[in-house]
């Protein structure tokens, strides 16, 4: 195996840069090359299981402040990460960089511009990320999520290849199970999910829509809910006293099963949740982040409601009112459910690990 190709990813910051780093890292040494990461603390905590024959933190940094003295600080810490990145990839004779985005990526992609090695980069989102951006125009390949690909510079159009994001196989195995029974007097199952601590908004939000639903839709639903650790006595009290069978907690590991069971999601829409959503086939209602860097989560989101298989509120529109009118139009139609369901599921590109794999062996092959 030493003699195997070498491909070094860059990713990090948060769950939705690793994931999909973590399932073509998979996908690479299936087909028997050698894995590196490259990330930094906070990429770190999402490396358990991360199918690497070596990871490395290397410094990196942000310019989000304005300060001189930050700015300054930032440029200094990423220079010394890139040194880092150049003398590991000198070291281990690296066929290839990956980057997947986030700025922990930035260090291995410009070591690799600096040693001569290929890059592809790859976007999860709708709209390309900052790091990525910098990047697109000397990438052999800027493979991305979505159709849809907001930012993407003029001369790096001619690498754009639309091959979906990477998705873990328990995820995939949910897509060859049939949708749920909705019928007008089936179980109901309302999955609730708001990021990697869940969303302050859905606790206070989503309770009071539940809880004012009609009794026909209340009495046959249960309610899997992502609640915040400080927020989780008060939802549950919410739902008892309305009579709505809950589960809560702030974190679920099970989410195949969970998505296997579910005729209905609500979700912010960063990449990774708008992807599983997709290859599964479920309905959804998305409310995007405010705050998330150049609204891509909206970009995100429209890619599913165009499809016809998500409805979309902002948070100005995410009130308890709208949303308990919403969920009991769409609770009540079992068919429509059915049909959104598979409008979803038009959308989703299951092959993304093995597609992105192709490009890269096509582009070390070509180097």
């Not at 490396?47 to 930050?70: E, L």
């Not at 609500?266 to 086939?281: C, D, F, I, P, W």
């Amino acid at each position: 195996m030493s003699n195997a190709p070498l491909v070094v990813i860059g990713a990090g910051g948060t769950g939705g840069h690793m994931f999909p780093a973590s399932a073509f890292a998979a996908e690479m040494k299936q087909r028997g090359w050698r894995v590196g990461l490259m990330t930094d603390e906070r990429g770190q905590r999402y490396t358990d299981g991360f199918p690497a024959d070596w990871i490395i933190n290397v410094k990196a940094a942000t310019f989000a402040s304005k300060r001189p003295d930050k700015l300054i600080a930032s440029g200094l810490k990423i220079l010394a990460g890139i040194k880092e990145a150049q003398a590991k990839l000198k070291t281990e004779q690296a066929s290839l960089v990956a980057g997947f985005g986030g700025y922990p990526a930035f260090p291995a992609l410009a070591a690799a511009s600096r040693e001569g090695v290929p890059i592809i980069i790859h976007e999860q989102n709708a709209v390309l990320g900052r790091v990525n951006r910098v990047f697109a125009k000397t990438a052999k390949v800027v493979a991305c999520g979505f159709d849809r690909l907001d930012r993407l510079p003029k001369a790096a159009e001619k690498n754009k290849r639309v091959v979906g994001n990477p998705v873990r196989g328990p995820i995939l195995a949910v897509r060859d199970e049939p949708y749920p029974a909705a019928g007008s007097d089936a179980p109901l199952q309302l999955l609730v999910i708001g990021g990697s601590q869940g969303a302050r908004l859905f606790g206070e939000v989503i309770p009071a829509a539940v809880c004012a639903l009609p009794d026909d839709i209340r009495s046959r639903l249960k309610i899997v809910q992502q609640v915040r650790e400080e927020q989780i006595e008060a939802v549950r009290a919410l739902y008892a006293e309305a009579g709505v069978n809950s589960e809560l907690a702030p974190f679920f590991s099970n989410m195949p099963e969970l998505l296997s069971g579910s005729h209905m999601v609500m979700s912010r829409s960063g990449a990774s949740s708008v992807t599983e959503l997709a290859v599964v086939g479920r309905p959804s209602l998305l409310i995007p982040l405010a705050i998330a860097m150049d609204d891509h989560q909206t970009g995100n989101a429209e890619t599913l409601r165009d499809a016809g298989g998500a409805d979309v509120l902002s948070e100005g529109e995410f009130t308890p009112e709208r949303v308990t009118d919403l969920l009991t139009e769409r609770l009540r139609d079992g068919a429509g459910l059915a049909a959104r369901a598979e409008a979803a599921k038009s959308v989703g590109r299951f092959n993304a690990s093995s597609d992105l794999a192709d490009l890269a062996e096509e582009v070390v092959g070509k180097a």
